[in-house]
């Protein structure tokens, strides 16, 4: 069994694709940071698989200080081949600073690589991962309309997006890398809002599109909207703009907050998934 660094996006996405297409759902997070880094959106990363044999038993991704991302294909090994990665990582000094997937994978890698490291492993969030196919009949709706988000709105979501991060446990981006991304996401469309009467109120945002399939994901309310369906709306209007293009769409939940999945679950969403987000310190 031997860890092999991948050198490029492009061969990494030809030994992926079948498992990538086959899952296209499940692992909608890790194609859309591999297409990232072919779009040269990422300055660092690093691209790995296990093979034994000539055959491929696991792929990891990971862009610092991002989550480290993988797969894993040959589910009865996993603990030693996992044990082959956390070896690798260490010996050749690559510091994950958190994981992020299915279980039981991420809870083993995370113990393996915390003894290893000599750290402790802290959750920073349980999740669920959702996917809907259509939206439930008669569901009930909050006062309010959907817009797309335009550079007037660059200040305001800049400001919700930091804070989206610290809600969620994610790196906190700098005022700098914050103004750049959400300048990026409003150029290319991408951030929806809720405005009541004439104040915005949530946003959400597509991302990651694949062939059949798009996340939604930048879910915010502040809180002094909070509690009043803005959310639950805005994502069932945006979930319902997109499935015209998309066979379906996915999200990521905090299991921790039973209010957000619940109103995911009302509007059409089903879990498929159960994943981690750990981190070391």
Not at 20 to 35: H, I, M
Request: charged share 25%.
């Amino acid at each position: 069994m031997l860890y092999r660094k991948i050198d490029s996006a492009n061969e990494m996405f030809q030994l992926a694709k079948d498992i990538l297409q086959k899952r296209e759902d499940l692992y909608s997070l890790f194609a859309g940071v591999l297409n990232g880094i072919q779009e040269g959106k990422y300055s660092e990363y690093h691209l790995g698989c296990i093979e034994e044999e000539g055959e491929i038993l696991a792929f990891f991704q990971m862009t610092p200080p991002h989550p480290l991302h993988m797969i894993i294909i040959e589910d009865s090994q996993n603990e030693k081949l996992l044990q082959t990665a956390v070896d690798y990582f260490v010996d050749h000094t690559w510091k994950v600073f958190s994981v992020i997937g299915e279980e039981p994978y991420v809870s083993t890698f995370a113990k393996l690589y915390a003894l290893k490291t000599k750290q402790e492993t802290t959750v920073l969030m349980e999740q669920g991962f959702y996917r809907i196919d259509h939206i439930e009949d008669n569901l009930v709706m909050a006062e309010g309309k959907l817009e797309v988000a335009t550079s007037e709105d660059q200040k305001l979501i800049e400001t919700w997006y930091t804070f989206f991060e610290q809600d969620t446990g994610l790196p906190v981006s700098s005022s700098e890398d914050a103004r750049n991304k959400v300048k990026l996401f409003i150029s290319n469309e991408e951030v929806f809002k809720w405005i009541v009467n004439g104040e915005t109120v949530a946003v959400a945002k597509k991302s990651r599109p694949s062939a059949n399939g798009i996340t939604v994901s930048f879910v915010f309310t502040p809180k002094k909207h909070r509690k009043k369906g803005y959310a639950r709306t805005l994502v069932a209007k945006v979930t319902e703009e997109l499935l015209r293009d998309y066979r379906f769409c996915v999200l990521f939940t905090d299991l921790s907050n039973p209010t957000s999945n619940k109103i995911y679950q009302e509007i059409g969403y089903r879990k498929i998934a159960d994943t981690r987000h750990l981190g070391f310190q």
